[in-house]
């Protein structure tokens, strides 16, 4: 139980372009997902807390405009990284909250590269 | 001032030898969790073994223990018997508060390298 994907694994896109990002709780419902961000070697970042059906809470210093959070069903967020830039290239996971045990359970992660 | 401190880069441990991660933690609040998750090269990461502020025993899982030292505000993973699949990155975290959808604070984490 408490399966998390994300989807894709893995995008190259164009500077310029938007990019979407879904992360699904497979087993159970999560009325809040978290979108981290990791760059090479370092810590994981948290960009901002999506709950079902109201706005994401933003970290300071994350564009709330660039990067776009939905979370429109108690299985599904999505992250869109709008008019992307090389600096956006990262490593993006998500993580979805299993109420019975307060544990973060995460996605495999997005590995997004920017030309 | 950092929320976790995980003070150990990286750690090397012969294949079935034990090792100790080293986590601090800096909390006001009574009532918080602690959390280990173990990170391979893959990206993905796994959750590993969970503490409780009021949890009067340490936590156990399998090979994993938690030695959990509330007045030192330290929360140390053992890992027992190691093996060469263990070698990952370990990140220690923690949720202040009660309640779902806290979100967590991540510590810098510890590369161990587990040798043949």
């Known amino acids: 139980g408490a399966v998390v994907s994300q989807h894709p694994s893995w995008v190259i896109c164009k500077s310029g372009t938007s990019v979407k990002i879904e992360c699904r709780s497979l087993?159970?419902?999560?009325?809040?997902m978290f979108w981290y961000r990791q760059f090479p070697k370092q810590s994981l970042m948290l960009m901002a807390t999506?709950?079902?059906?109201?706005?994401?809470?933003?970290e300071q210093g994350v564009e709330k405009d660039k990067f776009l959070i939905n979370h429109a069903s108690l299985t599904l967020s999505t992250l869109t990284v709008t008019s992307a830039h090389p600096e956006d290239s990262s490593f993006y996971i998500c993580s979805a909250t299993l109420a019975a045990t307060d544990t973060q359970y995460f996605g495999p992660g997005t590995r997004l590269t920017v030309l | 001032a950092q929320k976790i401190t995980q003070t150990q880069p990286g750690m090397f441990v012969q294949e079935k030898e034990a090792v100790t991660l080293d986590c601090t933690y800096d909390t006001s609040d009574p009532s918080y969790g602690l959390f280990w998750y173990k990170q391979p090269s893959s990206g993905e990461m796994i959750f590993l073994i969970y503490?409780?502020?009021?949890?009067?025993q340490n936590a156990t899982e399998g090979r994993y223990s938690l030695n959990f030292q509330k007045a030192r505000k330290s929360a140390n993973l053992v890992i027992s018997a190691s093996q060469l699949g263990d070698s990952a990155m370990y990140f220690c975290?923690?949720?202040?508060?009660?309640?779902?959808?806290?979100?967590?604070?991540f510590g810098p984490g510890t590369r161990l390298s587990v040798l043949p």
């Open positions: 975290a923690m949720r202040e508060g009660l309640g779902y959808g806290q979100n967590f604070v």
């Open positions: 999506s709950n079902e059906g109201s706005k994401a809470t933003y």
């Open positions: 087993d159970f419902q999560a009325t809040t």
């Open positions: 503490q409780g502020s009021y949890d009067q």
